[in-house]
């Protein structure tokens, strides 16, 4: 594989003009400056190589390293509940690397991807000289769109899966045009690959394994049409190809909600998540309803404060207020 750059960057650091002896000691102190939390252990006195490149993506951030072999751990330094919290899509594009969180263990050869979650502590070893890349996501903003990812971090994500090729190939081609991109690209870039982790991962299956299939397919039809606002529970059963009572009952087993019940809760999820997402705070309160199916504000305002106890600019103006 070819090993893209952000070669229209300044490196934060790049080892290969410091002194060999001390190498492990100015990576680890810009580690820490990058990623507060961070530990690097097991580092060569003599490291070969280090490079560290990002540039900013909207609410996200894209990221190259290039490292010798070493042991990387980190724990959340704004704790557990931090609202700043990412969560980022990693690919090895070089070497190989094994990688740990919440009990889950993969190892990523070339090519292969995982997603890490900062509001919990994860560990790495690089067993070779190593070269990856990662796309730092609003935590928010991926767990609205994406609920189920928070348990699936720390897999691989399956590289011979249609779905993985897409967001991979779609990751790399970012790495070689994004200097090229404005601003305002960059975070338009930001929210598709948000929505083409769908495309690489399934949510988990229900409960009852006769209908497991039945909920994967309605969760993932609610979430292709959660933006059309005449979208209906007749329209999702019919799609399974069952009536709507008998979806009811099988959503209510697996969930706890009907079917009406889960798309509401989805759009009202959603709106919450992009309502502090900084790559849509351009977006008046009123278009961030519309575009998660709502069609009348006052409607979406009263729904939302009924399920959250605050407007939606109360919840925007919270979630800016814990940014800062």
């Known amino acids: 594989m070819e090993t893209p750059l952000l070669t229209h960057t300044t490196p934060l650091i790049d080892l290969s003009g410091v002194e060999a002896g001390r ?9 820490r400056s990058c990623f507060p939390g961070l ?13 560290i490149r990002s540039i900013g993506m909207g609410g996200g951030a894209l990221w190259s390293i290039l490292s010798a072999p070493i042991a990387v751990s980190y724990a959340p330094a704004g704790g557990a509940e931090d609202p700043r919290a990412s969560i980022s899509l990693l690919m090895q594009l070089e070497g190989s690397m094994l990688v740990a969180q919440a009990r889950r263990t993969c190892e990523l050869g070339s090519g292969d991807m995982c997603l890490l979650d900062e509001r919990f502590p994860f560990h790495l070893q690089g067993r070779e000289q190593s070269h990856i890349v990662f796309l730092r996501m609003p935590r928010r903003a991926v767990l609205g ?9 720390a897999g691989a994500i399956a590289g011979e899966d249609a779905g993985a090729a897409l967001l991979r190939d779609t990751l790399v081609r970012t790495l070689e045009t994004v200097g090229d991109l404005r601003e305002t690209q960059r975070s338009a870039v930001l929210s598709a690959m948000i929505q083409l982790l769908g ?4 949510a988990p299956a229900a409960p009852a394994p006769d209908a497991g299939w039945r909920v994967r397919a309605a969760l993932a039809y609610i979430e292709m049409h959660l933006a059309d606002g005449e979208l209906t529970p007749e329209e999702v059963a019919r799609d ?14 697996a969930l706890g909600l009907s079917v ?26 009123s278009q961030i309803g519309f575009s998660v199916g709502f069609e009348d504000a006052a409607h979406f305002s009263r729904a939302f404060k009924k399920r959250f106890g605050r407007t939606p600019s109360e919840w925007r ?8």
């Not at 769109?145 to 971090?153: A, I």
């Open 240 to 253: 399974q190809g069952v009536s709507r009572r008998r979806l009811d009952q099988i959503l209510r087993e």
């Open 23 to 31: 190498r492990p000691e100015l990576w680890a102190a810009t580690a």
């Open 317 to 324: 103006s919270l979630g800016a207020s814990r940014m800062n």
């Open 260 to 285: 009406a019940g889960r798309i509401w809760e989805r759009r009202l999820q959603q709106a919450a998540a992009d309502l502090v997402d900084p790559g849509r705070a351009s977006l008046a309160v």
């Open 199 to 202: 495309a690489a991962s399934t």
């Open 39 to 51: 530990s690097v252990n097991d580092m060569p006195s003599e490291a070969p190589v280090g490079e």
């Open 145 to 153: 769109r994406h609920p189920w990812l928070e348990h699936h971090t």
